[in-house]
């Protein structure tokens, strides 16, 4: 079955400091990916989606992604953190084409100390 | 343009008993999905609908009904409470003109005793 699997369950970072969260997926086949975001209180809100191309997405708040299709991940990064991207990060993969079903990773939560 | 709505955001039900979650949208999405949100097992699909009048089974689709009579509508039913069925729901919409990106409404958090 596909999986989705993100390394770290809690990330802890002073604030300027660089950030990578890892995510790895288990599916074979073509697949759209996602970065989604909770910050406390709120709703997940899509941070930046990988479909095809150059494999270096970048999304909303200097966030960015790189797909490696060899390693089946796709890893978020950002070079210098704040306090206000203390949040709860999702990885998530869809089956593409034709599939409905998008599947998310456990989460991430990171924490900035200011 | 309110976007993804639940209701009700809380509730508390006994063992046993029933209720419906309402999630509605305004943004004309063909798909729409119930999400379940437990601490350390992210987000994991109950059910889904890829238009009006159509549903399938997600990953776990236990305990759970599901109806989809209008396009903005898709309602998540407990016919029978159980307290593994305490949680954090979440209802999303998405579109293939998106490119499936989904929206996502605010949640229900639901205790079961």
């Known amino acids: 079955a596909q999986s989705v699997s993100q390394h770290n369950h809690h990330v802890i970072l002073s604030e300027a400091a660089s950030l990578e969260l890892g995510c790895n997926y288990s599916?074979?086949?073509?697949?759209?990916l996602f970065w989604y975001v909770q910050y406390p209180g709120q709703h997940l809100q899509l941070l930046l989606k990988?479909?095809?191309?150059?494999?270096l997405v970048k999304g909303i708040k200097g966030f960015e992604a790189e797909f490696i299709k060899s390693k089946f991940s796709f890893n978020l990064r950002k070079p210098s953190v704040q306090w206000s991207d203390t949040a709860e990060y999702f990885c998530a993969v869809m089956q593409s084409p034709g599939g409905f079903k998008t599947i998310f990773g456990a989460g991430t939560r990171l924490f900035v100390k200011a | 343009n309110a976007g993804v709505t639940q209701t009700p955001k809380f509730r508390v039900l006994k063992t046993g008993q029933s209720m419906t979650l309402l999630c509605a949208q305004d943004?004309?999405?063909?798909?729409m999905y119930w999400y379940r949100q437990d601490p350390g097992m992210g987000l994991r699909l109950i059910h889904y609908s890829v238009g009006e009048g159509t549903t399938a089974k997600g990953e776990v689709p236990d305990g759970y009904n599901v109806s989809r009579l209008k396009k903005q509508n898709f309602l998540l039913g407990l016919e029978s409470a159980a307290p593994s069925q305490t949680s954090v729901y979440f209802c999303?919409?998405?579109?293939?003109?998106?490119?499936?990106?989904?929206?996502f409404g605010p949640g229900t958090r639901l205790t079961v005793t």
């Open positions: 943004m004309n999405h063909e798909y």
């Open positions: 999303a919409s998405s579109d293939p003109g998106s490119r499936y990106e989904q929206y």
């Open positions: 990988y479909f095809s191309g150059d494999p």
């Open positions: 599916y074979g086949g073509t697949v759209n």
